[in-house]
């Protein structure tokens, strides 16, 4: 059946037509019917919502325009570490010509025997590298595979919010209901906020299970608060995961960025929770190298299968000399996490990290603003209402207020943020009010950010 907008389009061509008179006009109405229909029947699925750009493309493009300092993005803007990309040069160039063509479809066997080891030294469980270990283009696919291998129509999910945002819509193309939980602030300290002071409501929490639910996703440390999550709050959830069945996709991409005294715990080290957790990594996030777009996820065979399934299915195989130069990385790594810890990298990058992470707060917090100082991660979220007298919001038409703060702040001030309602869905309100800045920048750039809001505040 035709839609009504279809309708009247067809009338007022044909009408046009007919005015315009002859068999060419008739033809011309015929050709314009043809490509309504068209339109009508090649819409973008309605499991896609209505294609909107997400906040990543709306940015790049406020940027551009703008030319504002960016501290939007997450990613590094200063080399990785040297062998990793003299890895990837001596792959390019090797005699080995295997390595130029396809590799197995479900992970490279050097990069798999690698993350086996790793993880097995990690979880302190043998892993087998040919089914336990599951390579993908980045975690992103990690993510996909996880969720359309899991969930059916009307299978809940349970997300927590802030949340990464491809979470919701790839739950909701696969047909499944996601269900919202958010971290809240119970109390405000004091001094300092951090990450630690948002947590999970028990009884919230523990009222979202039933026997729909199919699956829960973790994110710690999370993005973008930097909440690394405690065991007892891991153990929370691993009761709940256990009482009603379901599995736990645990998204630890910043596994290795966690801030004394802090310490990251692997939701499959838990007590019965390695039979039902997918953990999800990124070597984009682990080597600083995130346009190397390649991710793993590790877990018991019989939940990975069908992630393989789904995989094999969508990209079949990821890049050969990319997954070797990583495996190269990792074995270097692991030998020296093994015999020269003071100089592994998977360490020491929280050394490099500690001081730009507590230089932004301190300049945000000079500002005037009220920094979430973040136990994980490389973002801080800062509350800028505190200035917000300072910002004329209403030049901006955005419907949320840290929409109309982040394009204002890079139009009239020259920084550019990532406005925090974009990681959630059902709580937004909880967000408004802050922004998202990124510290894994050169320090020249901090300081460049830490002068434009001085300059700010004096104005």
């Not at 080995?96 to 990069?111: A, D, I, K, S």
């Not at 026997?211 to 994110?219: C, F, G, H, P």
Request: hydrophobic share 40%; aromatic share 10%; with cysteine.
């Amino acid at each position: 059946m035709l839609s009504t907008r279809l309708i009247s389009s067809i009338l007022k061509l044909t009408s046009a037509a007919i005015r315009r008179g002859g068999k060419r006009a008739m033809s011309d109405a015929c050709a314009a019917e043809a490509a309504c229909a068209m339109e009508e029947k090649f819409q973008l699925p309605k499991r896609y919502g209505k294609g909107e750009k997400s906040v990543w493309v709306e940015f790049i493009e406020v940027a551009a325009k703008t030319k504002a300092l960016n501290l939007g993005q997450g990613f590094p803007d200063y080399p990785p570490p040297k062998y990793v990309t003299e890895a990837l040069q001596s792959v390019a160039c090797s005699d080995n010509h295997l390595l130029n063509q396809y590799t197995r479809g479900y992970g490279h066997p050097r990069l798999v025997n690698a993350l086996a080891k790793l993880y097995s030294k990690l979880l302190n469980r043998e892993l087998d590298p040919l089914t336990n270990v599951l390579i993908t283009i980045g975690a992103y696919e990690a993510l996909f595979t996880a969720i359309n291998g899991h969930v059916s129509k009307g299978d809940e999910v349970i997300i927590i919010e802030p949340f990464f945002d491809c979470y919701e819509p790839m739950v909701r193309a696969a047909g499944g209901i996601p269900r919202f939980i958010p971290l809240r602030m119970l109390s405000e300290p004091e001094g300092m906020i951090t990450s630690s002071d948002f947590c999970l409501d028990p009884d919230e929490l523990e009222g979202l299970f039933n026997d729909k639910t199919k699956l829960i996703i973790v994110n710690t440390p999370n993005n973008p608060f930097g909440k690394v999550f405690s065991y007892e709050e891991l153990e929370m959830i691993a009761n709940l995961c256990k009482k009603w069945n379901v599995i736990c996709i645990s998204d630890e991409v910043y596994e290795w960025m966690v801030y004394k005294p802090k310490c990251h715990i692997r939701m499959a080290t838990l007590p019965d929770m390695w039979e039902r957790t997918i953990t999800i990594g990124s070597a984009g996030k682990t080597f600083s190298v995130t346009g190397w777009k390649t991710g793993w996820a590790y877990g018991p065979s019989n939940i990975l299968e069908n992630m393989r399934v789904v995989h094999q299915n969508v990209v079949y195989v990821h890049s050969t000399p990319i997954q070797e130069a990583i495996a190269l990385g990792f074995e270097k790594e692991i030998d020296r996490m093994d015999n020269d810890p003071e100089n592994c990298f998977f360490y020491t990058i929280v050394d490099e990290l500690t001081p730009k992470r507590d230089f932004m707060c301190k300049f945000l917090a000079e500002s005037g603003m009220k920094p979430v100082c973040p136990e994980g991660g490389y973002f801080i979220l800062a509350d800028w209402s505190p200035i917000e007298s300072q910002m004329d919001l209403s030049t901006e038409k955005d419907k949320f207020k840290d929409y109309r703060m982040a394009k204002w702040m890079a139009k009239n001030v020259g920084l550019l943020g990532i406005p925090p309602t974009a990681f959630y869905s059902a709580h937004k309100e909880l967000a408004e009010k802050y922004i998202r800045y990124c510290f894994i920048k050169e320090d020249k750039k901090l300081k460049q950010a830490a002068e434009i809001l001085k300059k700010m505040k004096q104005s």
